[in-house]
C-alpha cells in the first residue's frame, strides 16, 4: 500500500546513532486536514545506555530538551539513561510491573515468568492494556502540550512496543491517518532487523524451537499488535475523540492547541 507519509521520506527520518537503536524524527507525516507533523520536534529511539561520545554530539545538534523514558526501576538501573546537561529526564513505566528482564539476557528473558505471561496473553492484548489507565501515557501528554520541552525523546528497552504505543498516541492526537500510525510503526521492522539476527545468533542452541518463534513474535513489530491499541479505544470509548479527553485530559481545545503548535 503506497501511503503519503512513508514514501516521501522513511529513510531521511532515521538517525544513524552509533550506540542507539531504532533512533527516529516522528515528523514528516501529513495529517488528514493536510498539514504535516513538523520534524525536529518528536523523536522516538530504543535505550540510549550504549551512546557514545559521537552520538552525544549528534545527540546534542538535534535540539532535545526532554527524555521520556517508558522502563521502570529495573531497567534504568540496569541501563541508565546517560546525564546530558541542559536535557530533563523523566522516567514513568509505561508497563506494570518489572521488565528487568529486558535488559539483562535475551536467553533469561525467553525463558523468564514475563515471556510465559506473553506467550499466554499475547503482545496484542498487552498493547491493548497499556493505553488504559496510563500514568505514562497521562503524564506523556502534559509534557508534549507545552514548548518549552520541545524537542522530545521517548524511548524503552527497544523502541517498539511502549514507545510504539506512545508514537501512535501522539501521531494520532495530531490528525495523522491510522493507516500511516500504523506504517511507522512497522518501520521498527527495518531498525531493529539486524540487531534482531544477531541476537538469534548468540541465542542458537540454547532455546527450544518454541522459545525461538516466541522470540520472534516478540522482536516483531505487527500490525496486529497496534491495531488491539485502537480496537481497546474504540470498545472503551467509542472513537479517539472522547479518548483523549476522558483518558488523556486532552480536550478539544487542547488538542487543537496540541496541533497549532506541531503542524505546518
Request: proline share 2%; hydrophobic share 40%.
Amino acid at each position: 500500500m503506497e501511503n503519503q507519509g512513508l514514501v516521501a521520506s522513511t529513510k531521511s527520518r532515521i538517525i544513524p546513532f552509533e550506540g542507539i537503536r531504532n533512533f527516529r524524527d516522528m515528523g514528516g507525516y501529513k495529517t488528514i486536514d493536510g498539514r504535516t507533523v513538523k520534524y525536529g520536534v518528536f523523536y522516538r529511539s530504543a535505550e540510549l545506555t550504549g551512546m557514545t561520545d559521537k552520538d552525544k554530539e549528534m545527540f546534542s545538534s538535534l535540539g532535545i530538551k526532554y527524555i521520556f523514558d517508558y522502563r521502570d526501576d529495573g531497567e534504568a538501573l540496569v541501563k541508565p539513561d546517560p546525564v546530558i546537561t541542559g536535557v530533563i529526564n523523566e522516567r514513568i513505566p509505561a508497563i506494570a510491573g518489572e521488565v528487568q528482564g529486558l535488559v539483562q539476557s535475551m536467553e533469561d528473558l525467553v525463558k523468564s515468568e514475563l515471556f510465559k505471561d506473553l506467550k499466554t496473553i499475547g503482545l496484542a492484548d498487552m498493547y491493548g492494556k497499556m493505553a488504559l489507565n496510563s500514568r505514562s501515557y497521562s503524564r506523556l501528554f502534559e509534557v508534549i502540550q507545552d514548548p518549552e520541552n520541545m524537542g522530545i525523546l521517548h524511548h524503552c528497552a527497544a523502541g517498539k512496543d511502549r514507545t510504539g504505543v506512545g508514537a501512535a498516541l501522539i501521531l494520532s492526537a495530531l490528525g495523522v491517518p491510522k493507516e500511516v500510525v500504523i506504517e511507522d510503526y512497522l518501520i521498527t521492522n527495518e531498525t531493529l532487523r539486524e540487531f534482531q539476527e544477531m541476537i538469534k545468533a548468540e541465542l542458537s542452541g540454547k532455546l527450544t524451537e518454541e522459545q525461538i518463534k516466541l522470540f520472534d513474535a516478540m522482536m516483531a513489530a505487527k500490525e496486529e499488535y497496534l491495531q488491539a491499541v485502537f480496537t481497546v479505544i474504540e470498545e472503551t470509548y467509542g472513537d479517539l475523540d472522547t479518548y483523549f479527553e476522558k483518558e488523556l485530559n486532552l480536550t478539544t481545545e487542547k488538542r487543537t492547541a496540541l496541533q497549532n503548535l506541531w503542524l505546518e
